[in-house]
């Protein structure tokens, strides 16, 4: 992998450091601009990168830009190319995330629309360790989470993500590693940037769409998993309180994968490691993602990095 990492910049591959976006542009000051984080995940027999559910990913961002009022200037199969080019420009043969960000520049106002351009980011980024127990201690958050009446949780816009940015600093600052925040009712919604499962007596548990969380793609690629199973799953309403008497409780998201939650406020959860339901759902997710588990090819999306592959 090349020392100077390089993105596709606004139609353009260059390296990181050349980018240049105004200082003056809502996007910077404002937070005007819809993204996606995307996972892609090595595979060695296959000798390529498989990014998951990358066309639901594009869904998603240009569902974003469809909320917030942005005229995204580049079709699906554009950005779909440029993901894949700048992962060979930068010869990853390894796990990684890609950011696709498509943001408002020039010098415009909070209400600007125009000019919308885009950068593709890749960073390095290993999956999670099946084997490694350990997890994160959380706290249930005293900020609300944003809500559909105000800014609504499913536009994955950056503007968005400082809601959890307060949550975030409470948890730091009390001790914790992260935040769990509640809805409007008080109700359990997300973390900062990931959704919430739990398990209790043998169920999976999780709050629905209308709860204030984003229509996450882990969350239904893992409510997808258990269905194939015998597992009973509720997506329904959940209380604080039922936090405190779960078996398990973990985070899902492309960047949090499957990030077991081992402590909430006062409370251990289960016998304060990764439980087996989490374990074993986060293998299946990794199986599935990194084209180990041909269950879903719909799911992968190689980029084919070697000449046998291409």
């Given amino acids: ?91 990853y043969h390894a796990d990684l995330a890609v950011r696709a960000t498509l943001f408002v520049d020039g010098e415009g106002t909070w209400h600007s629309s125009t000019p919308v351009e885009m950068f593709v980011a890749p960073i390095a980024k290993p999956r999670r360790d099946v084997t490694n127990d350990a997890g994160l201690r959380a706290c249930v958050s005293t900020w609300r989470r944003i809500d559909d009446l105000s ?54 548990i999780t709050p629905p769409t209308s709860g204030s969380i984003l229509e996450s793609i882990t969350r239904d690629t893992l409510l997808q998993l258990v269905q194939a199973t015998d597992m009973p799953t509720e997506v329904r309403v959940v209380d604080r309180s039922e936090l405190y008497l779960a078996d398990e409780i973990f985070l899902c998201g492309s960047a949090a994968e499957l990030t077991p939650i081992t402590g909430i406020d006062r409370f251990m959860v289960g016998d304060g490691r990764m439980g087996p339901v989490t374990r074993a759902l986060l293998a299946a997710y990794l199986d599935i993602a990194d084209g180990t588990d041909p269950a879903h090819p719909t799911w992968r999306t190689g980029v084919w990095l070697t000449e046998d592959n291409a």
């Fill in 1 to 91: 992998m090349p020392q100077k990492r390089k993105i596709w910049f606004k139609g353009q591959i260059m390296p990181a450091e050349d980018a240049q976006i105004s200082v003056l542009s809502p996007t910077a000051q404002f937070g005007l601009n819809v993204f996606e984080g995307i996972r892609g995940y090595w595979n060695a027999d296959s000798a390529d990168v498989f990014l998951f559910r990358l066309d639901d990913h594009l869904d998603r961002l240009f569902a974003s830009c469809r909320l917030i009022g942005l005229d995204c200037p580049y079709a699906p199969d554009e950005i779909r190319q440029a993901i894949i080019q700048v992962i060979h420009e930068n010869d």
């Fill in 151 to 204: 800014m609504p949780p499913r536009v994955k816009a950056g503007a968005n993500y400082i809601n959890g940015r307060y949550a975030h600093l409470e948890a730091k600052a009390a001790g914790y590693d992260l935040p769990i925040l509640l809805d409007s009712d008080g109700k359990v919604s997300e973390g900062a940037g990931s959704c919430v499962m739990l398990v209790r007596d043998g169920m999976l």
